[in-house]
T-cell receptor, first 114, second 111 residues
Framework: EAQVTQNPRYLITVTGKKLTVTCSQN?????MSWYRQDPGLGLRQIYY???????DKGDVPEGYKVSRKEKRNFPLILESPSPNQTSLYFC?????????????FGEGSRLTVL | KQEVTQIPAALSVPEGENLVLNCSFT??????LQWFRQDPGKGLTSLLL?????REQTSGRLNASLDKSSGRSTLYIAASQPGDSATYLC??????????FGPGTRLSVLP
């Protein structure tokens, strides 16, 4: 089954404790992206990657890091989480070739930083 | 910079009604436009994808249209059901894989 898988789905942590949210897709997609969703602010892009070893900042990259060492994986790293990073996070992927470009989303990861 | 808006922000209708959700975008140089459904606290489910060369797409009771020249897309839901209650988001895919989302329309279909 074609899917985007995020882990963990739920996480409560404390300020300053490094964490990683993993994202994996099995559709051989070149494009992957991270979003955060907050009430009243909608979906905002954090980082995206057009292919392996190619990453770029989205609208709200501060406090986040990403890496794209393999095509299928795109982890989101919070080096020193702060309470304002409490949010619902989504990973998404898409093909860049052909005429599709359909965006597929993971189930989301709800992060609480105390 | 692309901006996407959606009207109305919220909509409440009785079961069985046909309804239209609107999505507007400021930059017509889009690759495609996609409609999603999101249930509370859940992920986004893709409903329909319209390529820039297409005028509309249909899936069951859903029909989405695209008018690039006017910067508009509409999602038509026929014979609405309580199970259609959710937030509906549109996203414009600009060249370069820059997906810009609208704020969503929260739909409630009353039994």
């Amino acid at each position: 089954e074609a899917q985007v898988t995020q882990n963990p789905r739920y996480l409560i942590t404390v300020t300053g404790k490094k964490l990683t949210v993993t994202c994996s897709q099995n559709m051989n997609h070149e494009y992957m992206s991270w979003y955060r969703q907050d009430p009243g602010l909608g979906l905002r892009q954090i980082y995206y990657s057009m292919n392996v070893e190619v990453t770029d900042k989205g609208d709200v990259p501060e406090g986040y890091k990403v890496s794209r060492k393999e095509k299928r994986n795109f982890p989101l790293i919070l080096e020193s989480p702060s309470p304002n990073q409490t949010s619902l996070y989504f990973c998404a992927s898409s093909s860049t070739g052909g005429v599709t470009g359909e965006l597929f989303f993971g189930e989301g990861s709800r992060l609480t930083v105390l | 910079k692309q901006e996407v808006t959606q009207i109305p922000a919220a909509l409440s209708v009785p079961e069985g009604e046909n309804l239209v959700l609107n999505c507007s975008f400021t930059d017509s140089a889009i690759y495609n436009l996609q409609w999603f459904r999101q249930d509370p606290g859940k992920g986004l489910t893709s409903l329909l994808l319209i390529q820039s060369s297409q005028r509309e797409q249909t899936s069951g009771r859903l029909n989405a249209s695209l008018d690039k020249s006017s910067g508009r897309s509409t999602l038509y839901i026929a014979a609405s059901q309580p199970g259609d209650s959710a937030t509906y988001l549109c996203a414009a895919n600009n060249y370069g894989q820059n997906f810009v989302f609208g704020p969503g329309t929260r739909l409630s279909v009353l039994p």
